[in-house]
């Protein structure tokens, strides 16, 4: 993920840098020289401070482990239904759903639900087949998965593990775009779990926190995606954001139950929209 954080933003930056470049006029040769030099080696700089210093949106898994952390129950048929993998046309849904899923799958997994484990498998297999990313989601992932049951801590390492493969992979042949849906697709997912826990839950203090946190994910998410926003699959994905969006913009350091429910409502609206 770090590596697609890095290719979002060092375009930017090249751009940023050849402009004060081409500005500076009446330069002689020779200072050009010496200033593209000084240029290049910040961009350098910068992309070593990408690579080591910003950190990626939350997977999925690790925003789930804080539920069972908190020892807040699964609630089953919460989950976008799998047999909805099959009503995914279009390769912006496939992608985005396939973000759902993921966060689906390790909702079921942490939760050790192991049939539901074994049925969203099968479903991200299915779009990421049509995604041609069928080696990551192969018969030895799920073998990891149930050889670490019990221990919490390495399933967030073998999910994000594949998330980040999955990400990794669009990155490197050039899909950015469907790189952030599959982001994005995780992160309202992440959401939706985690705002649809019993209504008792709210008053732990720990998921308060969670979604406060998540608004830094969020804004940063926006963030990445402006590169793309001139693409209409990505500026109508953003779209169906708003009323997170408007929710995110209202709060203040806390949350209020009140502020929780505006959440849950924007983060339901959203996610009514791209499970569908």
Not at 19 to 42: A, D, P
Not at 54 to 61: E, R
Request: glycine share 6%; proline share 3%; with cysteine.
């Amino acid at each position: 993920m770090k590596k697609i954080i890095a290719l979002l933003l060092l375009p930017i930056l090249l751009v940023s840098f050849s402009g004060i470049t081409s500005c500076k006029s009446g330069k002689t040769k020779e200072s050009n020289k010496e200033q593209k030099l000084v240029e290049m080696e910040k961009i350098k700089t910068i992309e070593g401070e990408i690579e080591s210093n910003v950190y990626p949106l939350p997977t999925s898994a690790e925003v789930i482990k804080m539920l069972t952390d908190l020892e807040v129950g699964y609630i089953f048929g919460i989950s976008n239904p799998v047999e909805n993998a099959k009503k995914y046309f279009s390769t912006s849904s496939k992608a985005i759903n396939l973000g759902v899923f993921g966060a689906d799958l390790s909702y079921a997994t942490l939760y050790n639900i192991q049939q539901e484990v074994i049925n969203y498998l099968d479903a991200i297999r299915s779009l990421s087949n049509e995604l041609n990313m069928s080696k990551i989601y192969d018969e030895t992932l799920y073998d990891r998965i149930k050889q670490n049951f019990d221990n919490r801590d390495e399933l967030v390492k073998v999910l994000t593990s594949a998330f980040n493969d999955t990400y990794t992979y669009l990155a490197d042949n050039d899909q950015q775009t469907m790189a952030l849906l599959v982001v994005g697709g995780a992160w309202v997912e992440g959401m939706f779990l985690t705002t649809h826990v019993s209504e008792a839950a709210y008053q732990v203090a720990g998921i308060s926190k969670n979604l406060l946190e998540q608004k830094k994910s969020f804004e940063l998410f926006l963030e990445l995606s402006k590169p793309y926003e001139t693409d209409p699959i990505v500026s109508d994905f953003i779209k169906k954001l708003y009323p997170v969006k408007k929710v995110y913009e209202g709060l203040g350091t806390s949350l209020t139950n009140q502020n929780i429910m505006d959440l849950t409502k924007a983060i339901e609206e959203v996610r009514g929209q791209i499970v569908q």
